[in-house]
């Protein structure tokens, strides 16, 4: 099937964010086919989308999301990190049910599509049974977003390791290459687990041609994993709020890469969110939303805090909107192992495509399309989104999913879980 996008203000991010002057977009059979003038007589049967008034642009990567958590939505607004923790790992996780784990999941996988987010990694720290993963896997499948489904253990303790369920989820996911839900590991150690468990996560990542993520603040983390020879271009690194200078170099010189999550570590305490001084060493950095317990889940706002951020206390600020817009979509993809596939409209790429309205309030008039995006445009603005050159949001209404199914799927899950965690705790 072809799909022709016509009449809108393109923006490409390869090599940087930039206006197409005058483009179309041609689409087949899930592929961007040109970014260019229009087809004179486009074949019978080819779908034209007319995108007058609006910015054509890649779909947002999110590098960092714990999508399970959707259904906790602001429960920990005012929280610290520690709070949080306590809180929702050590109370509220305990009373999810797979089947709350499915609604999660389905829930926050739509609310990321709703915002233009076509891939998200799914950081999945909820695999108390292998039913909760397979039900986590399942949303994802149904929901039509572009996902990397990154396999936590069920616990930090060496003792709560599950090799098995690895590579179980690793079959069951990887033969499809061209499917929309991929593999990852999303790590405990060295941080939350022991040295010796992140040795041998290692080395069953690797041996399964998986990538790896973890969490990684201040001096220690990256240290640990030079000495025991387990850094390399596969690690993507989380936050890493403080982390020295000498350490960022080990990452840069292995090809390493990282997620900033800076709306929610300016808010929970990390620490100053490093953006700007993570692209400085030259380490590919995306951006995540990371927690709905306490920050929204659309990339307008991670944007915009990236940008704050980036420029806050500088005397001549170097982050430029561009930088963020290209953390968001490219550069995002880059940290998470995608860039050849999406991130831009590269002829070639899979079609994961977003059109804003440009003239929705708060964002018209538009005089710089690319710092619009960055500091002006909100979820109200998404008026299309292609994964893969489905669509599965038009007229700014989404049209993939039971959006009223998975709601009250959502709500259901939610009563359950909190109710059930306030029973538990006052026994």
Known sequence: MKTIIVNGTVVDTEPRPHVVPDAAVVVEDGVIVSVGPRPDDPAKGTEIIDARGGIVLPGFVDTHRHVWQSVLRGIAADATLGAYLDLVLGTLTPAFRAEDVYAANLWGAIEALDAGVTTV????????????????????????????FGYAHRGTGDADRTEDEVRRVRSALLPSDDGLVTPALAAWGPVYGSVEAARADWALARDLGLRISLHATGAGPVERLHDAGLLGPDVLFVHCNGIPDESL??????????????????????????????????????????????????????MRAAFAAGRAGQAAPELTASDVLGMATIEGAAAIGMDRRIGSLRPGKQADIVILDAGAPGLAPVHDPVAAVVTAAGTAAVDTVLVGGRIVK????????????????????????????RTTSAR
């Open 394 to 421: 038009r007229g700014g209404r989404l049209v993939s999913a039971d959006v009223d199914r998975a709601r009250d799927l959502a709500v259901r899950a939610a009563r359950h879980v909190t109710t059930q965690a």
């Open 249 to 302: 170099k080990l990452v840069a010189g292995s090809g390493g890469t990282a997620s900033v999550a800076p709306a929610v570590e300016s808010q929970m305490g990390h620490g100053h969110p490093e953006t700007g001084r993570l692209s400085s060493f030259g380490i590919a950095t995306g951006l995540g939303v990371d927690t709905v317990t306490d920050v929204p889940g659309d990339m307008f706002s991670v």
């Open 121 to 148: 990694y799914d950081w999945s720290h909820i695999q108390l049974t292998p039913g909760h993963t397979d039900a986590a896997v399942e949303a994802l499948s149904e929901s039509g977003v572009r996902a990397v």
